[in-house]
Protein backbone atom coordinates (compact mmCIF):
# COMPACT_ATOMS: atom_id res chain seq x y z
CA UNK A 1 0.00 0.00 0.00
CA UNK A 2 1.29 3.74 -0.44
CA UNK A 3 -0.40 6.52 0.41
CA UNK A 4 0.78 9.48 -2.49
CA UNK A 5 0.06 13.33 -1.04
CA UNK A 6 0.72 16.32 -3.40
CA UNK A 7 1.42 19.85 -2.70
CA UNK A 8 2.08 22.97 -3.65
CA UNK A 9 -1.13 23.95 -6.26
CA UNK A 10 -1.49 27.97 -5.96
CA UNK A 11 -2.69 30.86 -8.09
CA UNK A 12 0.15 31.95 -10.57
CA UNK A 13 -0.32 34.55 -13.47
CA UNK A 14 0.86 33.38 -16.67
CA UNK A 15 4.62 32.59 -17.77
CA UNK A 16 4.86 31.96 -13.91
CA UNK A 17 6.33 28.83 -12.38
CA UNK A 18 5.47 26.52 -10.12
CA UNK A 19 6.52 23.43 -8.36
CA UNK A 20 4.68 20.42 -6.87
CA UNK A 21 5.49 17.94 -5.06
CA UNK A 22 4.59 14.17 -4.36
CA UNK A 23 5.06 12.68 -1.15
CA UNK A 24 4.75 8.90 -0.69
CA UNK A 25 4.34 7.06 2.71
CA UNK A 26 3.67 3.14 3.04
CA UNK A 27 5.84 0.93 0.94
CA UNK A 28 9.46 2.71 -0.47
CA UNK A 29 8.20 4.54 -3.79
CA UNK A 30 11.32 4.03 -5.41
CA UNK A 31 9.86 0.41 -6.55
CA UNK A 32 7.18 2.40 -8.15
CA UNK A 33 7.22 4.95 -11.75
CA UNK A 34 5.37 8.02 -10.73
CA UNK A 35 3.55 10.45 -12.48
CA UNK A 36 1.81 13.52 -12.94
CA UNK A 37 -1.92 13.69 -14.70
CA UNK A 38 -4.49 16.61 -14.54
CA UNK A 39 -7.89 17.17 -14.52
CA UNK A 40 -9.89 20.81 -15.84
CA UNK A 41 -13.55 21.05 -15.31
CA UNK A 42 -15.64 19.03 -18.36
CA UNK A 43 -12.12 17.15 -19.04
CA UNK A 44 -10.90 13.74 -19.07
CA UNK A 45 -7.69 13.19 -17.28
CA UNK A 46 -4.28 14.16 -18.79
CA UNK A 47 -0.86 12.37 -18.72
CA UNK A 48 1.62 15.18 -18.15
CA UNK A 49 4.23 13.78 -17.08
CA UNK A 50 6.25 11.08 -15.29
CA UNK A 51 9.41 9.49 -14.22
CA UNK A 52 10.71 6.01 -14.32
CA UNK A 53 11.44 4.20 -10.61
CA UNK A 54 15.21 4.69 -10.56
CA UNK A 55 14.58 8.25 -11.84
CA UNK A 56 16.64 7.10 -15.46
CA UNK A 57 13.71 7.57 -17.90
CA UNK A 58 11.07 10.30 -18.10
CA UNK A 59 8.00 10.47 -20.25
CA UNK A 60 6.18 13.54 -21.43
CA UNK A 61 2.63 14.26 -22.46
CA UNK A 62 2.84 16.63 -26.13
CA UNK A 63 1.13 19.80 -23.99
CA UNK A 64 3.93 20.13 -21.78
CA UNK A 65 7.01 19.32 -23.40
CA UNK A 66 10.06 21.98 -22.65
CA UNK A 67 7.77 23.65 -20.01
CA UNK A 68 7.79 20.82 -17.27
CA UNK A 69 9.94 18.74 -16.02
CA UNK A 70 10.20 15.92 -13.81
CA UNK A 71 12.78 14.75 -10.82
CA UNK A 72 12.58 12.51 -7.65
CA UNK A 73 14.40 12.05 -4.41
CA UNK A 74 14.01 8.43 -3.11
CA UNK A 75 15.40 9.19 -0.31
CA UNK A 76 12.81 11.36 0.61
CA UNK A 77 10.47 9.32 -1.36
CA UNK A 78 9.26 12.61 -2.74
CA UNK A 79 8.36 13.90 -6.40
CA UNK A 80 8.87 16.92 -7.89
CA UNK A 81 6.64 18.81 -10.83
CA UNK A 82 8.69 21.69 -12.06
CA UNK A 83 6.17 23.86 -14.10
CA UNK A 84 7.36 26.82 -16.22
CA UNK A 85 6.36 29.50 -19.03
CA UNK A 86 2.25 28.33 -17.11
CA UNK A 87 -0.44 28.74 -19.24
CA UNK A 88 -4.31 29.62 -18.89
CA UNK A 89 -4.78 26.54 -20.21
CA UNK A 90 -2.58 24.39 -17.72
CA UNK A 91 -5.36 25.16 -15.12
CA UNK A 92 -6.55 22.05 -13.65
CA UNK A 93 -6.27 19.82 -11.06
CA UNK A 94 -3.16 18.03 -10.89
CA UNK A 95 -3.13 14.51 -9.27
CA UNK A 96 0.25 12.42 -8.66
CA UNK A 97 -0.16 7.98 -9.39
CA UNK A 98 2.21 5.16 -8.62
CA UNK A 99 2.64 2.06 -10.81
CA UNK A 100 4.32 -0.73 -9.97
CA UNK A 101 5.19 -2.15 -13.45
CA UNK A 102 7.35 -0.20 -16.13
CA UNK A 103 4.87 3.09 -16.99
CA UNK A 104 2.28 2.98 -19.26
CA UNK A 105 0.50 6.87 -19.85
CA UNK A 106 -2.58 5.04 -18.80
CA UNK A 107 -4.76 6.45 -15.99
CA UNK A 108 -6.42 3.14 -15.83
CA UNK A 109 -3.36 1.45 -15.38
CA UNK A 110 -2.28 3.13 -11.95
CA UNK A 111 -2.18 1.59 -8.85
CA UNK A 112 -2.10 4.22 -6.50
CA UNK A 113 -3.50 7.88 -6.74
CA UNK A 114 -2.97 11.01 -4.51
CA UNK A 115 -6.22 13.47 -3.74
CA UNK A 116 -4.90 16.08 -5.85
CA UNK A 117 -3.74 19.57 -5.96
CA UNK A 118 -5.60 22.99 -7.65
CA UNK A 119 -3.32 24.74 -10.30
CA UNK A 120 -4.65 28.10 -11.38
CA UNK A 121 -3.39 30.16 -13.84
CA UNK A 122 -4.54 33.76 -14.86
CA UNK A 123 -4.11 35.62 -17.99
Known amino acids: QVQLVESGGDLVQAGGSLRLSCAAS????????IGWFRQAPGNEREFVIA????????YYGNSVKGRFTISRDNAKNTVYLQMNSLKPEDTAVYYC????????????????WGKGTLVTVSS
Open 97 to 112: AARSLQWIAMARSMDY
Open 51 to 58: ISRSGSAT
Open 26 to 33: GRTASTYA
